[in-house]
């Protein structure tokens, strides 16, 4: 797992917005463009691409920021309650973020979603392209594609596998017993409750299930009557080596101009992007990393270590056409969801992982939010 390593609290508006659709078509046709499109037969992918885009309404992409804020929140405390609790160590920083965008029409839209996000309770500044390189001078190079900027003084940097390890570590030391490598294969029913787990290994007894597995959710959802709007959308990261600190960035950095997006992470630069919807494959395309790879040099020239082994990755987002993930009781009287995260998974773990506690234990959730439907 080498995700974008962002814990983007205040930066949730979904993908799904009208400024989306307009660039849509230009996007598509591009070829060197962040977002990809490739047919694959699947009833699945087409339902999935109808409903993305009738989700890209301002009234819709307004509903799941609100919904997304309150969860992002809560998935901040928890974490930081998590850290003083557990003292987890997993390169948790807090270097700010500056979302950057090279047209005056980006930065316009840009001003509008802070001031909405303002309403809701969000610290964040516009800035002019002088005041974006005086808050991160390693963009100096870069200044001719910055139009201005969005400053997020919140913002913050964790790795995700050394935080799942952590995770499953304490979760062992408090008796879970933890199964690697056993894919859950189907369930057993009695009445309206699921008794056991069907896997590779054969039957696991239980009490109750949470299904959270990713992208292929869709598909084990099905054996419980589910139809999940969950597809994936394959994103690519590499590691990058810094080789001069002077000339790397220092907060966390996203171009929009590219999709890209940068975080300084333990001495290296986590550099991560693309959008593609071509299924359920995890092949690492070379011509992504060297996209990847030319954006570094571009963006932050001598910055990193280009000739070093940049751990180039693949991974799928688990995405809902709204962006908002599914998280309640679906299916059975014993099962929960917890799906559908898509670019936010690591930024809104611990508060999902919150809710499906709150509710295995019965309890009222401290956040209500409209998650998206599992049907
Ligand atoms: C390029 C890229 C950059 C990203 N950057 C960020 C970022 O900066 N910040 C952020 O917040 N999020 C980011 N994300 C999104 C984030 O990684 C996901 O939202 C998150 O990983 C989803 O978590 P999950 O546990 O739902 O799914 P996953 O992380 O996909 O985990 C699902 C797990 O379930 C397992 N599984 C699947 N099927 C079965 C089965 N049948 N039985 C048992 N196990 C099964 C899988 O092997 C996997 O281990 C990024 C994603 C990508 C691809």
Known sequence: MANGAQLSYSYVEPLATPATLRKMPALLLDRGSPLRFRLTGEPAQLRWGLR?????????????????????????????????ADGLRFDHARPGKLVVYDSAAGLAGARRQVELQRALGCTQQVLSCAQCLAREPALAAYAAHIAGGVWTPGEEVADPLRLAGELAERAARHGAELRWRCAATGFMRRGERIVAVKTAAGEVETDAVVLANGAAAARLGRALGLRLPVYPLKGYSITVPVADPARAPRVSVTDLRRKIVYAPLAGTLRVAGMAELVGHDLRIDARRIRQLTDAVAETFPGAGDLDADLRPWAGLRPATPTSMPIVGAAGAANVYLNVGHGALGLTLALGSARLVQQMLAGQVPPVAVPFARPR
Do not use: I, P
Request: charged share 15%; with cysteine.
């Open 52 to 84: 993305f885009l009738r989700a890209c309404t301002s009234a819709q992409a307004q509903r799941a920021t609100a919904a997304l804020l309150a969860l992002a929140e809560l998935s901040r405390s928890e974490l930081h309650a998590a850290v003083a």
